[in-house]
């Protein structure tokens, strides 16, 4: 156990979700585009300087986005070690989308801030922002008929947009030659850093107040905590092989079902996804990317196990769960839809704590009463 005492700890660990929550805010307020000024799609975290594994992410995000962050975050650490990124410095900003490096879709850019305590580098802050264009054949990125990644916009590998606080006017130009409406962009893109920079205050703060190494074991106990609080979930579940299978009509291209696999297997205090059995790689844009595996998993949590919570109180989220599973992973980035006769979707909430709430579709009160609580 560690020996900082508990009232320190949660009073850490709330501060650096507000450090998070407050980046989120401070990107809606000032981002141009309505995706993410009123729908507010985007999400910020911090996340570890040596691996890329979350730190802390605030309400107000996208799960999505946040579980996701952390990959790419790795793979911006492996870049810099092997010399196909700049090394970071004070007041650098970093710039990427690529899928294929712990991305989404070409929309969700996302910056990522090396945060400096003192002189030197302790964390990452990083954020995600869905821009409403990056080019590509048709508005917007979103064609039920590409193909090819390269079809849906401009692919960004990680690149220093802004160095040494500067902005690179050389990369921003040539952003704004491969977007639609680009004048736009300039409010999304300072509104993007500014928000980082927020956080970095804010972090600054905390760090000046309990000092670097109050904080940094606070952090390490918040994932033992969380850990742990997960994994007591887990062994509460019968040991047993969970299966579901969804099928989507088509890729868009090809006029052919597209199943999908899911096997969850509980032994003990661990959970293995496995999605063997799902359909191959297609032609159309309905592929997977690595690091939204987590993302299907998230949600197939949340329809195959309703009951065991995806949080910890003393710990993130998604840190509290994602070092619990193991095992191989397969899925595509689709819509969820649960093999239950009780079909759901997914809605965006403003009330709800986790900002996502189940609503189910209309049935007859017949169907309703009989139909038990999934």
Known sequence: MSA??????????????????EMDIAFSRAAFSPVIAEADDRSSGIYDKATGAL???????????????????????????????????????????????????????????????????????????????????????????????EQEGLRLPPVKLFKRGVMDAEIFWILNSNMRIAEQRIGDIKAQAAALKVGERRLTELMDRYGRDVVTEATAEIRRRAARVMRTHIAAIPDGVYRSEAFVDSDGVVNEPLKIALGVTKA????????????????????????????????????????????????????????????????????????????????????SPTRWRRRRRARPATSRSAASTR
């Open 268 to 351: 003990g205090e661990t959970l293995s996804f496995d999605f063997t059995g799902s359909s191959p790689p297609c032609k159309g844009p309905m592929n997977s990317v690595v690091a939204t595996t987590y993302s299907a998993v998230y949600l197939a949590m949340r329809h195959i196990f309703p009951d065991t919570p995806l949080s910890a109180s003393s710990g993130p989220r998604e840190l509290s769960w994602m070092r619990a599973i193991r095992g191989p992973c397969r899925a595509a980035r689709l819509r969820c839809r649960s093999a239950s006769p009780k079909p759901c979707s997914w809605r965006w909430s403003k009330r």
């Open 55 to 149: 730190i802390s992410q605030g309400e107000l995000g996208l799960p999505v986005f946040v579980g996701t962050m952390q990959y790419s975050t790795a793979e911006l650490i492996r870049l810099i070690g092997e010399g196909k990124a700049g090394a970071p410095e004070p007041g650098d900003i970093y710039i990427v989308n690529d899928p294929y490096l712990g991305g989404t879709h070409l929309m969700d850019v996302r910056f990522a801030l090396p945060f400096y305590y003192r002189g030197e580098h302790y964390c990452w802050l990083q954020n995600t922002g869905h821009w409403p264009d990056i080019g590509g054949m048709v508005p917007g990125g979103f064609s039920a008929h590409a193909t090819e990644v």
């Open 4 to 21: 900082i005492d508990p009232i320190t700890l949660a009073v850490i660990q709330a501060a650096l979700g507000q450090v998070c929550n």
